[in-house]
Each structure stands twice: as C-alpha cells, then as structure tokens.
C-alpha cells in the first residue's frame, strides 16, 4: 500500500515536473509591443525609446542571431549602415527557411530599422519587424555609412 502511494506521488511529481518548464518556455515567447491599444499610434522611435535605449558597441552587435517571437533565427547581422536620413539599420540576410544555416545561399540582405529590434544578452529580438516584413522588404543596396565597429549607438533592450 505505501509502495502504490509512493509510485503515484512519483508519477505524478515527474508529470508535473516536465510539464512545469513546458508551460514556462510558453510563458517566455516575446510580447509584442504593437499589440497594446496604447501602443498602436506610436512611431517605431517613440516605442524604441519605452524601451530603455542602452549603449552599445557596434562591434558587439555584428555576428548576432536576429530571432522572432519563437526564437527562430531570421538571419544574423552583418553591418550596421546609417542611411543618408541618419537613420541606422542593421543589414540582416534573409531566407524563409533555414534562417539558423551559416551558409548565404538563397538568402536576400534586408535592411532592418534599429527602431524595431532589441537587444536580448547575445541575441536580438526582432519586435516591429515581422517575417512578412522581412519577405517583403527589398534587397537592401548600400546606399549609406557602414559604422565603424568601435562606434557606441543606442539599441533598446528587451527581457522576458
């Protein structure tokens, strides 16, 4: 009787024990920011200012995964540019598939505004930036400054 008792608050215990990190890698998926009423007539420069711009290197940024809401990998960042506006973007290639791969086979370059992406440790979180935005971008032509990888920019940063 105390075996039975004991094999089921075990059973039950392992259950509760995997579905606990489940339900939490759930939980972790980023917010978008758009989504909330309050948010849905600011620019991409007001939302990236609530989002507590912080400075950093832009050799830092260079090599980094570009993720969506689900942690799939879009593309990793290949230069920052400031365009002839003075607006910077990072120049992400993209593919539809397979974004994780290392090779650029197939892949289109893309200019992602800075004012739409976040910093997230070693990775950057695409928030404004949709895949539908990424296919239908242009392929990005260098038409601006590469940024020198010494140079400090802000880039807002982004928890869960």
């Given at each position: 009787?105390?075996?039975?008792?004991?094999?089921?608050?075990?059973?039950?215990?392992?259950?509760?024990?995997?579905?606990?990190?489940?339900?939490?890698?759930?939980?972790?998926?980023?917010?978008d920011?758009?989504?909330?009423?309050?948010?849905?007539?600011?620019?991409?420069?007001?939302?990236?200012?609530?989002?507590?711009?912080?400075?950093?290197?832009?050799?830092?940024?260079?090599?980094?995964?570009?993720?969506?809401?689900?942690?799939?990998?879009?593309?990793?960042?290949?230069e920052?540019?400031?365009?002839?506006?003075?607006?910077?973007?990072?120049?992400?290639?993209?593919?539809?598939?397979?974004?994780?791969?290392?090779?650029?086979?197939?892949?289109?370059?893309?200019?992602?505004?800075?004012?739409?992406?976040?910093?997230?440790?070693?990775?950057?979180?695409?928030?404004?930036?949709?895949?539908?935005?990424?296919?239908?971008?242009?392929?990005?032509?260098?038409?601006?400054?590469?940024?020198?990888?010494?140079?400090?920019?802000?880039?807002?940063?982004?928890?869960r």
């Open positions: 009787m105390l075996r039975a008792h004991f094999v089921r608050g075990f059973g039950a215990a392992l259950v509760l024990g995997f579905a606990a990190p489940i339900k939490l890698a759930l939980a972790t998926a980023p917010q920011s758009s989504a909330k009423p309050e948010n849905r007539t600011l620019t991409p420069e007001q939302r990236m200012n609530r989002r507590y711009p912080q400075p950093v290197k832009v050799g830092f940024l260079i090599g980094l995964p570009v993720l969506d809401e689900r942690d799939s990998t879009y593309g990793y960042i290949r920052l540019v400031r365009t002839p506006e003075g607006k910077i973007v990072l120049v992400v290639p993209y593919r539809a598939w397979l974004g994780w791969a290392p090779t650029d086979w197939g892949r289109k370059p893309v200019a992602v505004p800075l004012e739409t992406v976040a910093i997230l440790a070693r990775q950057v979180a695409a928030l404004d930036f949709t895949a539908d935005d990424f296919a239908a971008a242009p392929a990005y032509t260098p038409n601006g400054t590469p940024l020198p990888a010494d140079e400090t920019i802000k880039i807002a940063v982004y928890r």
